[in-house]
């Protein structure tokens, strides 16, 4: 089975380690493929990240992808007219109506711990069927849990948890990141399929989301790479 | 009635390949797994770090729990960033039920 994360900052967005360093650790840990996130402020660093992740794709013998975290509506819709330059467009969740666009929007893949900084979780019934509509994964992010503990950690966890009530009822893809930004909190694949598990998802389920649900996304990327692809759900026939 | 067992079969990567001892990452494994799941939690996963099987050089080890904890003590696992002040990661080599065929991956 192969296993991808698609959420590391490395030292070109907010983290703290290498390129490099943060591509041996994962493949250490048994990844085929991570995604690279950044934001917009960075956009004119994304020719350099490029260069550096195809020369170490080849060398290291795994697959990298680029990203764009959106953190605000104007970001998403720069970051939208531009969606044929980058491969995974993420929304970063946390405000109601950001979230809600996010899960309106068909180019965005992730978006990324909906109830980030909230009391509420972020999520509601009418946005999962609407991220199970447009195809936009719900991100469980590991290192929200990781960074937090004692009571915080709990509130985190049950947040998380309403939220992967509403997508197993609505059928909405789930996916589970590391939101790494150094490579020391990378984590082993088992490691996220545990939480995952504790967290309400089956164990066939949990598989799915640092598998199935990455491999979709990686399906789309290929498509808008062609020549003939114009927009989500349009493209050139002859 | 006997339990099922569950060994889960795991390596220590750390900074500059520090060795770490046995009681080092018994407390840690212990500290992370009382804060994570409590004390009445970890009861239930009669999770138990094996002496005899900790490897200080290729800092390689084996847990022992039952079989309806294994995604707990994973978890816990995954939690535990920090050993003293070196900053380590788990890798989880193998799950299996018998101690002779985890023995066999780690040698």
């Not at chain 1, 296993?3 to 380690?17: L, P, R």
Request: contains cysteine; positive net charge; aromatic residues 8%.
């Amino acid at each position: 089975m192969n296993f991808y994360d698609f959420h590391v900052h490395s030292e070109f967005s907010e983290g703290e380690s290498s390129i490099e360093e943060i591509t041996r650790r994962a493949k250490l840990l048994g990844y085929k493929g991570i995604c690279f996130t950044t934001y917009l402020d960075n956009k004119n660093k994304i020719k350099k990240t490029k260069e550096i992740a195809l020369n170490l794709s080849k060398k290291i013998g795994i697959e990298i992808f680029i990203g764009f975290e959106a953190r605000n509506m104007s970001e998403l819709e720069k970051l939208i007219k531009s969606r044929r330059e980058y491969d995974v467009l993420l929304v970063k969740g946390s405000d109601l109506l950001l979230n809600r666009k996010a899960v309106e929007t068909k180019e965005v893949d992730i978006l990324t711990h909906p109830e980030y900084n909230r009391r509420d979780s972020g999520f509601n019934h009418v946005m999962a069927e609407l991220a199970t509509e447009n195809h936009v994964a719900i991100e469980i992010n590991f290192r929200e849990i990781l960074n937090s503990s004692k009571n915080t950690r709990a509130n985190i966890m049950h947040k998380i948890k309403n939220n992967v009530v509403l997508c197993k009822k609505y059928r909405t893809p789930v996916i589970i990141c590391s939101g790494a930004v150094t490579h020391w909190q990378l984590r082993d694949p088992k490691v996220l399929m545990s939480m995952g598990c504790l967290l309400g998802l089956e164990l066939n389920e949990t598989k799915k989301t640092i598998s199935e649900v990455p491999e979709n996304i990686i399906k789309m990327i290929k498509e808008r790479r062609d020549e003939k692809w114009i927009r989500p759900g349009v493209k050139v026939v002859r | 009635m006997r339990e099922k067992e569950r060994y889960i079969a795991f390596q220590v990567i750390s900074e500059e390949d520090e060795e770490f001892t046995y009681p080092d990452l018994e407390s840690a494994i212990w500290n992370t797994m009382l804060d994570f799941l409590g004390e009445e939690g970890v009861s239930k996963t009669s999770v138990w770090l094996l002496k005899d099987c900790w490897d200080q050089k290729t800092q390689k080890g084996i847990l022992r729990c039952n079989n309806k904890s294994v995604e707990e003590v994973i978890a816990s696992l995954g939690l535990i960033d920090r050993l003293g002040d070196n900053r380590i990661t788990f890798k989880i080599l193998k799950i299996s039920g018998t101690i002779k065929s985890i023995r066999e991956k780690l040698c």
